[in-house]
């Protein structure tokens, strides 16, 4: 099983980047996806999750109307496009699987099974 997360990088604030979760050996589509995120000095923190169908998207209250999450099931990736962003997106994104977090505990990391190597997002001018 594996998950890698790309397209982190240095960013103006109000710009974008499009994070991508690559995955394998694993059907993606009987797992739920959950983006995490990692700033300096603060606990991890959930941002966004995606159900197995992908017919439940949640967005942390801090980065609703400026992320949004989807996946391709042929190139079983799952994305992350954010916009807007500010520099208290900046932290490390990672991406993590699994087959029974469910749409009420989707924020609780210690819930997914499989996890990613995380990606740095830097937002500063």
């Known amino acids: 099983v594996q998950l890698q997360a790309s397209g982190g990088g240095l960013v103006q604030p109000g710009g974008s980047l499009r994070l991508s979760c690559a995955t394998s050996?694993?059907?993606?589509?009987?797992?739920?996806i959950g983006w995490f995120r990692r700033a300096p000095g603060k606990e991890r923190e959930g941002v966004s999750y995606?159900?197995?169908?992908?017919?439940?998207?949640y967005y942390a209250a801090s980065v609703k109307g400026r992320f949004t999450i989807s996946t391709d099931d042929a190139k079983k990736t799952v994305y992350l496009e954010m916009n807007s962003l500010k520099p208290d997106d900046t932290g490390v994104y990672s991406c993590?699987?699994?087959?029974?977090?469910?749409?009420?505990?989707?924020?609780?990391?210690?819930?997914?099974?499989?996890w990613g190597q995380g990606t740095q997002v830097t937002v500063s001018s």
């Open positions: 050996g694993f059907p993606l589509d009987r797992y739920d």
């Open positions: 993590a699987a699994s087959d029974v977090v469910g749409r009420s505990s989707w924020f609780l990391g210690s819930l997914y099974d499989f």
């Open positions: 995606i159900s197995s169908s992908a017919g439940s998207r």
